[in-house]
């Protein structure tokens, strides 16, 4: 078992960055994929970023490609997102999770077992 625990959010102007990050207990991190996703009021919670174990290879949703990159540091059982060049649309509650391996595709809430409580983002125009 993995308790997450996000930090990081705050209120940021659009076109600024922000960095989250997951802070993850337990001995076994590095044995978890780890996802961001996030959920505006009254919307679905949307995948965001993906990371395997290793961190080897990295998974975007569409509208957070080329402005978001996450990361890992298994020393430190930690995964981070860079944001960058936010937008307003970017504005939701951030959560961290973690997959255990094996459970499905790395896009979906589904898959993910472990879950944090959450970073608000909000992003002003």
């Known amino acids: 078992q993995v308790q997450l625990v996000e930090s990081g959010g705050g209120l940021v102007q659009a076109g600024g960055s922000l960095r989250l990050s997951c802070a993850a207990s337990?001995?076994?991190?590095?044995?978890?994929?780890m996802g961001w996703f996030r959920q505006a009021p009254g919307k679905e919670r949307d995948f965001v970023a993906a990371?395997?174990?290793?961190?080897?290879?990295?998974y975007y949703g569409d509208s957070v490609k080329g402005r978001f990159t996450i990361s890992r540091d298994n020393a430190k059982t930690t995964v981070y997102l860079q944001m960058n060049i936010l937008e307003p649309e970017d504005t939701a509650t951030y959560y961290c999770?973690?997959?255990?391996?094996?459970?499905?595709?790395?896009?979906?809430?589904?898959?993910?077992?472990?879950w944090g409580q959450g970073t608000q983002v909000t992003v002003s125009s």
């Open positions: 337990g001995r076994t991190f590095s044995t978890y994929a």
């Open positions: 999770a973690a997959r255990v391996i094996g459970s499905g595709s790395y896009y979906s809430a589904a898959a993910y077992h472990y």
């Open positions: 990371i395997k174990m290793s961190g080897g290879s990295t």
